[in-house]
């Protein structure tokens, strides 16, 4: 289980681990929901959710992590979100798209 998108990404796309299953934490925290072993617990509060594009663009995970959230605070939809969403920023991920298109 990891939590980073960009280490999600290269645990499941880049290392050979034979028999060994990656997962996002949303995912893995959604399983303990459903089997009861982690309590949903509603706050009145209110949040957005931005999609990590590795996350997101690069790995395709979109609804794990709204449906965990929409478990604790009520999650407002944003204009642009999901596969509409914007990159952030300057990620690990871009840096080594950039390396590897000046080689």
């Given at each position: ?63 794990q992590?709204?449906l ?6 009520d ?22 798209i ?6």
């Amino acid at each position: 289980m990891v939590s980073w998108p960009i280490c999600y990404k290269v645990f499941n796309e880049d290392y050979a681990m034979a028999g060994i299953t990656v997962r996002h934490h949303s995912e893995y925290l959604l399983e303990l929901m459903a089997n009861e072993r982690l309590p949903a617990l509603k706050m009145p509060l209110k949040a957005v959710y931005h999609d990590p594009c590795e996350l997101g663009h690069g790995s395709g995970i979109y609804h794990q992590p709204r449906l965990l959230l929409d478990e604790y605070v009520d999650l407002i939809p944003m204009k642009l979100e999901k596969e509409s969403a914007y990159c952030c920023g300057r990620s690990l991920a871009n840096i080594k798209i950039q390396m590897n298109e000046r080689n």
